[in-house]
């Protein structure tokens, strides 16, 4: 009796251990891959009139439930040369009055509905030129608009079918001016609307963001945001969604003799993609913005896409075309595909 007292004492006792640790010692580990073949003709890029074999971006992604009330996570990022820490952040989800949620570090920012969304998670292969900073210089930032920051948000259940949500964001301010070593807080706030109307779902939101773009004058720079999705269940095995976002950035610049002033560009894009069965999709996207290069010039791209999940969400096989307009009236096409491969519980899921 003794003996099957201490047994189950001690199976007991590791189960708890097991337990109690598991979410902080064990943590979920994910990794995603991705390889590119890809044809131009843009004679800026790196090869054109050839295919070129690259590897994309490799991700290694962590996460677990610190205790009941706090998530952390990881994401460390690979390109061949380079480690970066994409995001790491600790997210308190439970426990604060008003149904509060806190989180804190570096993430990628809640401002509209795609930059917070890995790439991989996309129904295209590529971020939308508008979204991307090196392309349309509309957000802030180098790969994307994030920052090591501290989030304030809520969720408020109007009715049965539809919630209000807002987050209120102190940025540290980097991704306003990278390569100042000043520490120059900025603020970000997005407001969205969620909503049922049967059979479809809908999510509009609105985005502000404002920091120092140059330090050693004081200049700033603000960018505004209008967002909107629409997914509908058109039958039990296909989803169509519709969404669309637009930019405007207000920036201040100074003349060599201090006359400080402010000029505004734009920039949005749209998109509609068909998800069938959960294993192929099918869309177009379509974008303008103003070149940050050329003033008074338009960049047009329209690209169709496709996509095939190869028996389960681990492995896609993705296709896209481009067809480019630059503002000095350049054109190039583009033809990609994608494979995508991911093990671990986060998966290269269909967005």
């Not at 979410?23 to 070129?52: E, L």
């Not at 997210?91 to 993430?107: E, M, Y």
Request: include cysteine; hydrophobic fraction near 45%.
């Amino acid at each position: 009796m003794n003996i099957r007292i201490i047994t189950g004492i001690a199976v007991m006792t590791g189960m708890i251990a097991g337990h109690s640790f598991a979410g902080v010692t064990n943590p979920n580990i994910s990794a995603i891959g991705q390889v590119f073949a890809t044809y131009t003709d843009d004679t800026a890029s790196a090869a054109p009139k050839k295919v070129a074999l690259t590897l994309g971006e490799v991700e290694l992604q962590l996460d677990a439930a610190l205790n009941p009330y706090l998530n952390g996570l990881f994401v460390l990022s690979f390109d061949g040369t380079s480690v970066d820490i994409e995001e790491a952040y600790a997210t308190l989800v439970k426990g604060l009055p008003l149904n509060l949620a806190l989180k804190a570090g570096k993430f990628r920012l809640d401002f509209g509905k795609l930059n917070q969304t890995h790439t991989h998670a996309y129904p295209f292969l590529r971020t939308p030129r508008v979204l991307d900073p090196k392309a349309a210089r509309l957000l802030p930032g180098e790969e994307s608009f994030d920052d090591v920051a501290v989030q304030a948000s809520t969720l408020w259940p109007v009715t049965d079918n539809w919630s209000v949500a807002l987050s209120a964001d102190a940025l540290s301010g980097e991704a306003f001016h990278p390569d100042a070593r000043d520490v120059m807080p900025a603020w970000l706030c997005h407001l969205s609307s969620a909503f049922i109307i049967d059979p479809a779902s809908f999510d509009v939101g609105l985005s502000a963001t404002r920091g120092l773009g140059d330090v050693p004058r004081h200049l700033y720079t603000a960018v505004y945001g209008a967002d909107a999705k629409a997914k509908i269940a058109a039958s039990a095995l296909l989803t169509l969604t519709v969404a669309g976002e637009y930019l405007y950035r207000l920036s201040e610049t100074s003349d060599s003799l201090g006359t400080v002033a402010r000029g505004g560009r734009y920039g949005f894009y749209a998109y509609v993609n068909a998800l069938y069965r959960t294993q192929f999709n099918a869309g177009l996207l379509a974008e303008q913005y103003q070149d940050p290069l050329r003033s008074g010039t338009t960049d047009r791209a329209l690209k169709p896409f496709a996509g095939f999940s190869v028996l389960e969400e681990s492995t896609l096989v993705r296709l896209s075309y481009e067809y480019f307009i630059g503002g000095a009236n350049a054109r190039n096409n583009t033809v990609e595909v994608q494979l995508l491969f991911s093990m671990g519980p986060h998966k290269a899921h269909q967005f």
